[in-house]
C-alpha cells in the first residue's frame, strides 16, 4: 500500500505520475480523493466542499463535451453550463466561478490568452493569471487531462477535480469516473446542498508559483 | 464519451456473434485442436474482430502472417496487405490505429529491430496496436534460430510486453491482449512474444474457443488522445503536436508526456492481472531453490524441476508472463524464502537475470544462467547440472554434442 | 451538408475562443465550390503559424487549405520539417509520427478510414518536405505509389533540409554549395515527377506556388483522382528564401524566375488515361451544373 498521496502542489520540479506512485484508479461506482478509493457519494459532498471553500472556482471544459460531435456531447455541454450557474448562485461575495474551455491540445504561437482559455501544455499559466484555486476537468481526452493535471500539481496550488467519462485521473487530487449528465447535474445538486456550510478562504488563497 | 454501441449479441457479416470478452474467454465451451503456433495465431485473429492486419515475411513468422492473408481472403478481417519493411510495416499499423482501426501485426528478429524507431511512437502516441513476436537471432553472422535477445530492446519502448511460453497462451493473451491494451488508460500497444519455430513451429493440443464467437469491435472514441478521422470532434486537432520552443514549461510538458505513457503501463497492471491470472505463476516457492523463467525457458525449467526431485533436491518455479508492466512486487514475495534463484535463458545477455537482480533484495542470490543463444536448445540437463554445481552437488559435465 | 456537423455546443459556444467561433460561422467546410478566392472572405483553416516572415510555404499552405475539395471529412499526414511547425494550426485533424514514414501513415489511415466509413468518403493528403518524400522516406513514397494506394501526396520542394539549418538534400539542384555539400552537390536534382508517373501515379504535376488559381486547379485535380482512381503527386517549389539569401518580399519572384518555360518548375503535369477521362466527366458535370443554375437563376 503506498504512502503517496495526491495533494495540492507545487510539489516538485518535475512530479511525479501518480499512476507510478502506486496509486491505483477507482472502479465503477468508486472515486477518489487524494489518491485514496471513496464511495461515490463521498467525492460529491468533498468536490461540492471544494468548489465552494474556493476563491476561484472554475470548470475547463475540453473539446468532448465543447462541440456538439453528437447528441450526448451537447447534452453534457447543457450540463457543465447548468453546473456553472448553479455555481454562480451558491457561492458567496468575493468567490468568483469562472468557465474557460479547453478547446484544443495545440502549442499555440505566440502564446495563449490566459484570460479566455487553458491549455495543456502550460495549464499553470491559465491557473495563476486568473487566481484559480479549484477546478474541475471535463470533456478533456484522458491523456491530455493527465498531462495538465500533473503541471498544475507539479507547480501550483490548486485544487484539481476531473469528472471523467472513462476510467478516471489519479493525477487529479478528486476524480469520478464515467461521467454522465447525470453526475454532473448530481454535483450541482451537492453544491446547492452545502450551499452556506462551507466557509469560503477568501483571503488566504495561495495560488502564486513558488518555482 | 461517445455514442458507445452495444454490439454484444449481435451478429457480423461472417455470422460470429460479438460476445462479451470474459464469457468468451472463460465460460464459452473449449474446443481442443491439435495445431502449430502459427495455426493458432491465425485462430485467435479469426475471433478477434480485427480491422487491419499489415503483414511481411521474415522467418519464423512467416506463416502465421501469410495465413492472416487466408482469414482476410475469408472475409474475417477489415483489410490486409503486405508491407515493403517492418519499418514500413509498423508505420502503416500506425496509421491505421491512428484512424480508429483495431490493427494486429507479427515480426521477428532484424524485423523488430528495423522497425525499432516505431515502438516508442506507438507508446507515445498511444496506439493500442497488437504485434506478435517471434524471437529469433538478431545479430551478424544471420542466423534465423530462435533467441530471445530481441526483447531486451522492446523493455524502454513503453508498449506492454509478454512473454508466451505454450500455443495456449498464446491464444487466449492475443485475444485477452486487446482486451487489456484497449482499455482507455491504459491504450497502449501489446508486443505479445513466444520463442520463434518452439512455439510458432510445433504442433500442440490447444483449446479454441467457438469458432462463432467473437471480440465486441473496438471503440475509437474511448481513446485517451483524438483518432483522426474528422468526427471525433472534427476540429483543429494534431497527432502529435511537438513544443518547438527552449523553456521550462516546453521540457516539462514533454516529461510529463514521457511520464504518461509509463503511468498508462503501470494502469494496466490491474487489467493484466485480471485477464491473464496474475503477472507470474509460481509453484512450490517456498523451496529454497527456485528457477524464474520466461517463454519456452519456463518449461525447460519444469522438466528440470522434474529431474531434481528424481535426485531429492526440491526446487520451486516462477512463470514470468509479463514483462511491462513488470511484476516485481510479485517477484519479491514470491522469492523471499529461496536461498538460490536460477534464471536460465535464451538468449547471451542474461536480461531477466538483470531485470530481477534489479528488484528483489540480496541480489546475489540470482544465478543469471544457464544460457543458450544462437538457435542451441536448452536440454533441462543443463539447468540441473548449473543448479547442483551451485548447491556444490556433484554433477556430470555436459559436454556440447554434435553430429 | 457536412458542415453540420462542425457545430460548437451551443450551451458553450460565448466562451469559446473567437478563433473557433469565427471557424464555425465563416469557413467554407462543406462547401463546393471553395478555392482561393475565400482567402479574405472567409475563415481560413490556418491560424497564426511559426514560419519564417514571406515564407512560400505559409502561402502554399493557405492555396491548399483554401482549395482541398472536401475539408470536412479530409485527414492530412505530415512528417517532421518545417510543415510540422505549421499543422498543429490546421483546421483538419492531421497527424506526425516520424520522419519520412508519412506514405506509410497515410496508407494504414487510408484503410483504416475505407474499412470503418464504407459509404463515405474520407480524403486523405500527405503534405511533406522533400527530405521527407524523396531521401528518408522514398522508399516509402514509391511503394505506396505502387501499390496505388487512393491518396495525395504533396510534396513542399525548397531544395534543401530547411527546418535542420540548410543541408543538401536529393531535389537540390546539382553545384548548389551547402551544408554538407561542401564542393557543391554532385549529382543532379532526382527527378521524381518522372519517377512517379512511372510508378503508377495517375496525376502528376510539378510547379511552384506563385499562382493561387493553378494551385487550385492542381490541388482539387489531384485530391478528387486519389479519391476515385489512384495515386497523385504534387511538387511544389516552396523556396526556403532564408537559406538561399532572399528577404522576406522576394519569394515570390523567385518561384516566378523558376517556373519559365527553360527553368527547373515551368509547369508540368501527366494525366493517366482513366484520369483524363474522369476530368472529361467531372468538367461535363460542372458544366450541365452551371447551366442548371443559370437556367435557374434566369427563372428567378
Not at chain 2, 502459427?38 to 478477434?48: G, N, P, Q, T, Y
Not at chain 3, 521527407?132 to 487512393?150: H, P, Y
Not at chain 3, 536529393?170 to 532526382?190: C, E, I
Request: proline share 7%; hydrophobic share 40%; glycine share 6%.
Amino acid at each position: 500500500m503506498t504512502q503517496y498521496r495526491v495533494l495540492p502542489g507545487p510539489e516538485h520540479f518535475l512530479p511525479p505520475a501518480a499512476a507510478s506512485m502506486g496509486i491505483y484508479l477507482p472502479n465503477p461506482g468508486e472515486a477518489h480523493i487524494n489518491g485514496v478509493i471513496v464511495p461515490e457519494e463521498k467525492a460529491y459532498e468533498e468536490a461540492a466542499r471544494q468548489f465552494l471553500m474556493a476563491q476561484v472556482p472554475t470548470i475547463f471544459p475540453g473539446p468532448l463535451v465543447l462541440w456538439a460531435w453528437n447528441e450526448k456531447a451537447a447534452k453534457k455541454a447543457a450540463a457543465v453550463r447548468s453546473l456553472y450557474e448553479t455555481l454562480k448562485e451558491c457561492v458567496q461575495p468575493g468567490q468568483k466561478p469562472m468557465l474557460i474551455p479547453m478547446p484544443d491540445y495545440r502549442p499555440k504561437y505566440p502564446k495563449i490568452n490566459p484570460e479566455v482559455e487553458i491549455n495543456p501544455n502550460h495549464p499553470n499559466l491559465t491557473i495563476w493569471h486568473n487566481k484559480i484555486d479549484c477546478c474541475m476537468f471535463i470533456g478533456v481526452h484522458c491523456h491530455q487531462a493527465n498531462l495538465s493535471l500533473k503541471i498544475i500539481r507539479g507547480g501550483t496550488s490548486c485544487y484539481t477535480v476531473a469528472m471523467c467519462a472513462q476510467a478516471g485521473h489519479e493525477d487529479a487530487m478528486l476524480s469520478f469516473r464515467d461521467a454522465s449528465v447525470e453526475k454532473i447535474l448530481k454535483l450541482g445538486e451537492w453544491i446547492r446542498k452545502l450551499k452556506g456550510t462551507v466557509k469560503p478562504r477568501l483571503t488566504s488563497a495561495k495560488t502564486s508559483a513558488s518555482n | 464519451m461517445a455514442e458507445i454501441k452495444s454490439h454484444i449479441g449481435t451478429q457480423n457479416k461472417k455470422g460470429q456473434t460479438y460476445t462479451d470478452p470474459w464469457k468468451m474467454m472463460h465460460e464459452a465451451p473449449r474446443n481442443p485442436s491439435f495445431y502449430t503456433g502459427s495455426e493458432v495465431i491465425k485462430e485467435a485473429l479469426r475471433r478477434a474482430s480485427c480491422d487491419v492486419m499489415i503483414a511481411y515475411p521474415i522467418t519464423p513468422q512467416s506463416e502465421a502472417a501469410a495465413l492472416i492473408g487466408e482469414l482476410f481472403a475469408e472475409g474475417y478481417i477489415g483489410d490486409y496487405f503486405r508491407g515493403e519493411s517492418e519499418f514500413a510495416v509498423m508505420s502503416q499499423c500506425a496509421g491505421a490505429a491512428f484512424g480508429g482501426a483495431r490493427v494486429f501485426t507479427t515480426t521477428a528478429g532484424p524485423g523488430t529491430m528495423r522497425a525499432m524507431e516505431n515502438f516508442p511512437m506507438w507508446a507515445g502516441a498511444r496506439l493500442p496496436i497488437q504485434m506478435i513476436v517471434t524471437c529469433r537471432g538478431i545479430n551478424s553472422p544471420l542466423s534465423i534460430q530462435p533467441d530471445t535477445i530481441e526483447i531486451s530492446y522492446l523493455l524502454n519502448t513503453g508498449m506492454l510486453v509478454w512473454h508466451a511460453e505454450t500455443a495456449q497462451d498464446f491464444f487466449d493473451w492475443i485475444l485477452k491482449g486487446f482486451m487489456v491494451s484497449e482499455e482507455p488508460e491504459v491504450h497502449l500497444p501489446l508486443a505479445l512474444c513466444c520463442d520463434g519455430f518452439f512455439v510458432t513451429h510445433t504442433k500442440d493440443v490447444v483449446n479454441l474457443t467457438p469458432t462463432d464467437m467473437c471480440l465486441p469491435p473496438y471503440d475509437p472514441y474511448r481513446s485517451p488522445v483524438p483518432c483522426m478521422d474528422m468526427e471525433c470532434p472534427p476540429v483543429r486537432m494534431m497527432r502529435d503536436p511537438f513544443i518547438m520552443k527552449s523553456n521550462y514549461i516546453s521540457y516539462a510538458t514533454h516529461a510529463s508526456w514521457q511520464q504518461e505513457i509509463w503511468a498508462a503501463v503501470e494502469r494496466s497492471r490491474k487489467h493484466t492481472i485480471k485477464w491473464i491470472n496474475g503477472l507470474i505463476d509460481t509453484e512450490n516457492t517456498d523451496a529454497e531453490v527456485v528457477i524464474v523463467a520466461s517463454g519456452t525457458a519456463v518449461s525447460q525449467g519444469r522438466e528440470a524441476i522434474r529431474l531434481l526431485e528424481d535426485e531429492g533436491v526440491r526446487c520451486g518455479l516462477i512463470k514470468v508472463k509479463s514483462l511491462r508492466p513488470w511484476p516485481g512486487e510479485e517477484i519479491r514475495e514470491a522469492t523471499k524464502n529461496a536461498k538460490h534463484i536460477f534464471v536460465p535463458e535464451f538468449n547471451v545477455t542474461g536480461w531477466l537475470a538483470k531485470e530481477i537482480k534489479a528488484t528483489i533484495p540480496n541480489s546475489e542470490r540470482v544465478h543469471a544462467g544457464p544460457h543458450v543463444c544462437g538457435g542451441m536448445t536448452m536440454p533441462p540437463e543443463i539447468i540441473v547440472s548449473e543448479i547442483k554445481t551451485a548447491l556444490g552437488l556433484r554433477s556430470e559435465s555436459l559436454a556440447g554434442r554434435g553430429s | 451538408m457536412s458542415k453540420e456537423r462542425i457545430k460548437i455546443s451551443p450551451d458553450l459556444y460565448d466562451i469559446m475562443p473567437s478563433d473557433y467561433q469565427d471557424l464555425v460561422q465563416s469557413a467554407t467546410y462543406g462547401k463546393e465550390d471553395r478555392g482561393w478566392k475565400d482567402i479574405g472572405t472567409s475563415k481560413e483553416l490556418i491560424e497564426q503559424h511559426s514560419l519564417c516572415a514571406g515564407c512560400p510555404e505559409s502561402m502554399a499552405f493557405r492555396y491548399i487549405l483554401a482549395s482541398l475539395p472536401n475539408p470536412e471529412d479530409t485527414v492530412m499526414v505530415g512528417s517532421t520539417g518545417c510543415t510540422s511547425l505549421v499543422f498543429p494550426m490546421v483546421a483538419v485533424h492531421n497527424i506526425h509520427s516520424l520522419f519520412g514514414n508519412q506514405n506509410a501513415i497515410a496508407s494504414g489511415l487510408k484503410r483504416a478510414l475505407s474499412v470503418r466509413f464504407p459509404d463515405r468518403v474520407k480524403d486523405v493528403v500527405v503534405l511533406a518536405g522533400d527530405g521527407a518524400t524523396v531521401d528518408i522516406g522514398l522508399d516509402m513514397t514509391l511503394q505506396a505509389w505502387f501499390r496505388q494506394e487512393k491518396f495525395t501526396t504533396i510534396c513542399f520542394d525548397n531544395e534543401l533540409y530547411a527546418n535542420t539549418g540548410g543541408q543538401e538534400s536529393g531535389l537540390m539542384q546539382k553545384g548548389f554549395v551547402a551544408k554538407m555539400a561542401p564542393v557543391g552537390k554532385l549529382f543532379d536534382k532526382v527527378r521524381l515527377p518522372e519517377i512517379a508517373r512511372e510508378s503508377g501515379c495517375h496525376y502528376v504535376v510539378n510547379c511552384t506556388v506563385s499562382k493561387p488559381s493553378l494551385v487550385e486547379k492542381v490541388i482539387r485535380n489531384s485530391v478528387l483522382i486519389a479519391r476515385e482512381i489512384g495515386p497523385t503527386y504534387i511538387q511544389l517549389y516552396t523556396p526556403c528564401i532564408l537559406e538561399i539569401g532572399k528577404n522576406s518580399m522576394e519569394g515570390l519572384q523567385e518561384m516566378r524566375d523558376s517556373e519559365k518555360p527553360t527553368e527547373r518548375f515551368a509547369y508540368k503535369e501527366y494525366v493517366s488515361e482513366p484520369a483524363k477521362q474522369f476530368l472529361a466527366e467531372l468538367a461535363a458535370k460542372d458544366k450541365e451544373r452551371k447551366a442548371a443554375a443559370k437556367q435557374l437563376a434566369g427563372k428567378a
